[in-house]
């Protein structure tokens, strides 16, 4: 197990489920760890299991959502001001939606959530890991991705919804912008992986009403654990023989060969784009 003693590590979606488990492990190896989630009752309760399992002034709540471009800039703003250094960022939070949601933005909300949020946020921290360099960014991607390809003519799904097209074209979405973050990233020291945790009983479609926790009722019997599904995103986060590799996509803490279709750079740097001018990050 690495000694992260003297890291500081953010990790989004950590008030439950693969997030919750991410950060547990941080904070045994001897991290910092800064937990990122929506609601206070689920973030005080993590937060507390958290400081049990290491020391209480190693984690920190921050309230945000991620859904929300504003909140995002705020969170960041937050974090900034209270962590000199930044050793690992975790894009964890998720979601799936039933039927097409458009947020106060104006963007569908599964792609704002499962892309523009990881881009956002990891614009407005992205100085800051560089001055921590060596440093890492990992984004939690999915196998879900293969039911793209993205369309970048169509970004905020409309027309005819599908929410498991949506929301693996939002995944393929975080293996593209892996890519060209890896590619503007090279000889900074900071690298950027994307992983896929595997099926994992989690909150992620809980915010669908009953329809939706009582699907994730039925299918948990065949998925793993938290615990299990977090593995891959701490080998990626962590492991020492990893140092220096960037722009892969892992699976069962292995490198895999993502979709050809997440693989084309230049969708990725049109995507890149496109994001720069919906969040207002990323410009340069």
């Not at 947020?103 to 560089?130: S, W």
């Not at 890492?136 to 599908?162: C, M, T």
């Not at 998925?223 to 020492?240: D, I, N, Y």
Request: aromatic share 4%.
């Amino acid at each position: 197990m690495p000694d992260l003693a003297g890291k500081t590590c953010v990790v989004t979606g950590a008030t439950s489920g693969i997030g919750e488990a991410t950060a547990l492990g941080l904070v045994r190896m001897g991290a910092r760890v800064v937990i990122v989630g929506r609601s206070q009752a689920r973030g005080q309760a993590t937060l507390a299991r958290l400081q049990a399992a290491g020391s209480a002034d190693r984690v920190d709540l921050r309230l945000a959502d991620l859904a929300s471009l504003a909140d995002i800039r705020r969170l960041a703003d937050e974090i900034l001001a209270t962590c000199p250094r930044i050793h690992l960022l975790v894009n964890n939070a998720g979601v799936v939606n039933l039927h097409h949601r458009i947020n106060a933005d104006g963007f569908e909300e599964t792609f704002a959530v499962n892309h523009l949020a990881y881009f956002a946020l990891t614009n407005r921290l992205l100085d800051r890991l560089v001055a921590s360099a060596p440093a890492r960014i990992v984004n939690v991607s999915s196998e879900a991705h293969r039911f793209g390809p993205l369309d970048l003519d169509n970004l905020q799904s409309e027309g005819k919804y599908g929410a498991m097209r949506t929301y693996g074209r939002s995944k393929a979405a975080n293996i593209l912008f892996t890519r060209e973050l890896a590619r503007r990233l090279e000889g900074t020291g900071v690298t950027v992986n994307a992983v896929h945790p595997g099926a994992v009983a989690s909150r992620l479609g809980a915010h669908n009403g009953w329809v939706g926790k009582l699907a994730m009722g039925l299918l948990k019997v065949f998925f793993q654990t938290p615990e299990k599904g977090a593995r891959t995103s701490l080998h990626v986060a962590t492991a020492p023989e990893l140092d220096g590799v960037s722009g892969a996509y892992f699976a069962r803490c292995r490198e895999k060969q993502p979709a050809a279709s997440a693989c084309d750079s230049e969708t990725a740097q049109r995507l890149w784009d496109a994001s720069a001018q919906l969040t207002g990050t990323g410009s340069a």
